[in-house]
């Protein structure tokens, strides 16, 4: 099983995140970050996961580049999971995560997602991750696999 991990991270706690992940993956395994994916990367792979820190209840405009620089034909027959990092304040819920517009950005291109969004949590804009993050990141990449 091949399986491409792509993050955008501004305080590096979403590169955490997604190296947790990688690292409980079996079979090859690579990652990078979005600024050096380009849409060849999702050639003969069977998981694509990406995840973006929330800013503003969106995703990195470059996350939201590479999105919309894919095709459709890139992310058919690909299973995609996708997560972001937040912070856990109430208001925040009011403008979204970026993990719902990753996905909904994902969907406009065909692309067929393999289960719900998931968002890891640090206590505060610049950090640090609530305690248990890596963990669960890694239990949840490991999750994917199986399904």
């Known amino acids: 099983m091949k399986t491409l991990v792509l993050f955008d991270s501004m305080y590096g706690h979403t590169e955490k995140i997604a190296r947790a992940m990688a690292a409980a993956l079996a079979g ?3 990652i990078k970050r979005v ?9 003969k792979i069977d998981w694509f996961i990406i995840g973006s820190p929330t ?5 990195l405009k470059t996350t939201q580049a590479f999105i919309d620089s894919l095709s459709e034909i890139s992310l058919k027959g690909v299973k995609i999971a996708v997560f972001d990092t937040r912070i856990p304040a109430k208001w925040v819920t009011v403008f979204g995560f970026a993990a719902g517009k990753i996905v909904g950005a994902l969907k406009k291109k065909g ?9 890891f949590i ?6 640090p991750l609530l305690d248990g993050q890596l ?10 696999q199986q399904s």
Do not use: C, F, M, N
């Not at 600024?35 to 050639?43: F, G, I, Q």
């Open 111 to 119: 692309a067929t997602i393999a289960v719900k969004e998931e968002g």
């Open 55 to 59: 800013q503003g209840g969106r995703p």
């Open 122 to 127: 640090v206590k505060a804009a610049k950090g």
């Open 135 to 144: 963990e669960r990141a890694a239990e949840w990449a490991k999750k994917l």
């Open 35 to 43: 600024s050096e994916a380009t849409s060849a990367d999702l050639d």
């Open 28 to 30: 090859e395994v690579v």
